[in-house]
């Protein structure tokens, strides 16, 4: 298993863990809904999901029990209706158990060697979103909140935004919480190397989101990820992404950038979907020479 599994000894510390997940889970969502585009609950960018999914790995299958009531909030804050208020936080439970259970799978049979890493978290996310998205396109349909012709691109818009919020925060808890024997050391040389590339990335969202460079530069982060990931180790490689990727998000939902597409929906999700393949990329090139 490549992350450290914390058990809490007494009741009162488990509480005290439960309210800080929900705390954290019901904040991400209710900032996950303030990008909600079609309706007030469908949303291209969900972190939450990334939270709920970490903390299931860390802490085991009890936490979820946190997720419930933080994702209850979130929605009602928006006006969501009674029976959505059921089963949308059901889905965003379940969503984070059985991505938890697919990953831990892949991880303690070592299915795929050295990559099974790399599809425990293609694989476990892509399942436990489409769970999630499910639930929500069901109960947004059965109560009326949304048309049936926009079924499919609502659903579509859930399991993209859950997918990427986990796909983004998940290495770094990968990363943070690995087993002691596996963990990476950190150098001025790790950390002097990681700074110069960096300001690379910085250069690269300034140029082509506010001074209009040539857009096929966003590209070019991609290669620029993996060496930061080999040279100055997955922490900050994986910290950075997500840096990188509020900016790029903030500056598209802005009307910045390349991805600018007629709608802020679409837009959103061709941003995320640029920063899906960029995390892929980066994972597979990671995995082929660091074993976990």
């Known amino acids: 298993m490549p992350i450290q599994v914390f058990k809490t000894k007494t009741r009162s510390s488990q509480l005290l863990l439960a309210l800080l997940v929900a705390l954290c889970y019901f904040t991400l969502a209710t900032i996950g809904l303030q990008l909600a585009t079609l309706n007030n609950n469908a949303s ?70 050295s990559y ?17 998205a499910s639930f929500g396109t069901l109960s947004l349909s059965l109560f009326g909140n949304i048309p049936p012709e926009t079924v499919l691109t609502a659903w579509y818009t859930w399991w993209s935004g859950d997918m990427v919020g986990i796909m983004i925060i998940m290495p770094l808890f990968l990363s943070l919480f690995r087993e002691k024997s596996q963990r990476e050391h950190v150098s001025w040389q790790k950390i002097l190397i990681g700074i110069f590339f960096a300001s690379l990335i910085v250069m690269n969202v300034y140029g082509v989101f506010l001074k209009e460079w040539n857009e096929a530069l966003v590209w070019s982060m991609g290669p620029i990820f993996i060496i930061i990931g080999m040279f100055s180790g997955r922490v900050f490689a994986n910290l950075l992404l997500i840096i990188t990727a509020v900016f790029i998000i903030a500056l598209t939902y802005m009307g910045y950038g390349p991805f600018e597409q007629g709608n802020l929906n679409r837009n959103l999700l061709y941003a995320e979907a640029y920063r899906d393949w960029e995390t892929d990329r980066k994972s597979t090139r990671l995995n082929s020479s660091h074993r976990l």
């Open 44 to 113: 291209p960018i969900w972190p939450a999901a990334g939270i709920a999914l970490g903390s299931v790995l860390l802490f085991g299958n009890w936490i979820t029990l946190a997720i419930y009531p933080g994702a209850f909030m979130a929605n009602f804050l928006v006006g969501t209706s009674a029976g959505g208020l059921i089963l949308m936080p059901l889905g965003n439970t379940l969503e984070a158990l059985v991505a938890a259970t697919i990953i831990r799978w892949f991880l303690k049979h070592d299915t795929f060697k």
């Open 116 to 132: 099974s890493e790399f599809f425990s978290l293609l694989i476990g996310p892509a399942l436990g979103s489409t769970v999630a």
